[in-house]
């Protein structure tokens, strides 16, 4: 067995963290990111590091930031990562998405014009 090294451990965490929010399988995942299961799985587990380049085609394929992953999420970076999902949708999901975020902003917009008795 690999030795873990503390890095691999944390960018791997960080990269589970984010195929888990995609909502990804490792298959799905590795099948995205062209790499085998088994090498999703080390990865994670931090069993393996990984390159740059395959760190550029994780983040490219999740749409988020590699700071993300080497630093960790940031409060900014979660507008990012649901812009990002939000481009991944087929059309007819993104604009079932946008007509009921239209209508959540709307409801708030009345909301706040409402008298509050404080």
């Given amino acids: 067995m690999r030795d873990k ?3 691999n451990i944390y960018i791997g965490n960080q990269i589970r963290i984010a195929r888990e929010r995609a909502g990804l399988t490792q ?3 590795g099948e ?4 085998g299961t088994k090498n999703v799985s080390d990865i994670e587990r931090g069993v393996a590091g990984i390159t740059v380049s395959t760190l550029k085609r994780i983040c490219e394929k999740l749409s ?3 700071d993300s992953i080497i ?3 940031q409060g900014k970076n979660d507008v990012a990562y649901l812009a990002g999902r939000l481009e991944r949708l087929p059309p007819q999901q993104f604009s079932a998405v946008e007509t009921f975020l239209n209508q959540v ?3 708030f917009t009345r909301l706040e014009d409402l008298p509050y008795k404080k």
């Fill in 5 to 7: 090294k503390e890095i």
């Fill in 27 to 29: 298959a799905q995942f």
């Fill in 32 to 35: 995205i990111v062209s790499l």
């Fill in 64 to 66: 988020i930031s590699s």
């Fill in 71 to 73: 630093f960790g999420s």
């Fill in 105 to 107: 902003f709307e409801l």
